[in-house]
């Protein structure tokens, strides 16, 4: 049974550049998170998906930052221009609607961004 | 804004139970109690949840308080593969979001 897979794994690239962060949630579920990951902040909520629809997107840290839900299984993190403080481990996670359901991680996208 | 407060590290020996307390002096009465845990290079883990009651899993038992300020997280036999970060987080149970917010954790380090 899959879990929540992302990719790229590892990514490195200059600062300018535009980065997309890729996501599959469980099958079946329908709501999904994206996170990031940094020494400095922990883990911060980004942006959260119901149904495909942004629901909660105060996490967005500027508008270099966007995210999509084209379907119930794909979504997509993009960062345009990319800076080195962008840096981080973005993590998606997905669960079934609800707020008793267990929501499960993926194992991350670490960028890094020189 | 996380509603939790955890000691920052623990060490436990390899065989004995660790205990992981978690102070939520501040939570409503319908919101649950969540434990993960984040091993090295790895997304986060769920361990187990609750809103009153004692809960046990295959992985851990948790103890909530009967005033609901403070619980335990119990690994009874830990072992070397238990080192992580541990994080309490206390979920919303009102309005249309489900999401997790996650404190600074305890760093627990199983010795053998």
């Known amino acids: 049974d899959a879990g929540v897979i992302q990719s790229p794994r590892h990514e490195v690239t200059e600062m300018g550049q535009e980065v997309t962060l890729r996501c599959k949630p469980i099958?079946?579920?329908?709501?999904l998170f994206w996170y990031r990951q940094t020494m400095m902040r922990g883990l911060e909520l980004l942006i959260y998906?119901?149904?495909?629809?942004?629901?909660?997107d105060s996490g967005m840290p500027e508008d270099r930052f966007s995210a999509k839900m084209p379907n119930a299984s794909f979504s997509t993190l993009k960062i345009q221009p990319s800076e080195p403080r962008d840096s981080a481990v973005y993590f998606c996670?997905?669960?079934?609607?609800?707020?008793?359901?267990?929501?499960?991680f993926g194992e991350g996208s670490w960028l890094t961004v020189v | 804004d996380a509603k939790t407060t955890q000691p920052p590290s623990m060490d436990c020996a390899e065989g004995r139970a660790a205990n992981l307390p978690c102070n939520h002096s501040?939570?409503?009465?319908?919101?649950?109690v969540y434990w993960y845990r984040q091993i090295h290079s790895q997304g986060p883990q769920y361990i187990i949840h609750?809103?009153?009651n004692n809960e046990t899993n295959e992985m851990a038992s948790l103890i909530i308080t009967e005033d609901r300020k403070s619980s335990t997280l119990i690994l009874p036999h830990a072992t070397l593969r238990d080192t992580a970060v541990y994080y309490c987080?206390?979920?919303?149970?009102?309005?249309?979001?489900?999401?997790?917010?996650f404190g600074q954790g305890t760093t627990l380090q199983v010795k053998p």
């Open positions: 996670a997905s669960s079934f609607t609800g707020l008793r359901n267990t929501i499960y």
């Open positions: 099958s079946g579920h329908n709501s």
């Open positions: 998906f119901n149904n495909n629809v942004p629901i909660d």
């Open positions: 501040t939570i409503s009465g319908n919101e649950y």
């Open positions: 609750g809103l009153k």
């Open positions: 987080i206390v979920r919303p149970s009102s309005g249309n979001t489900g999401k997790l917010i």
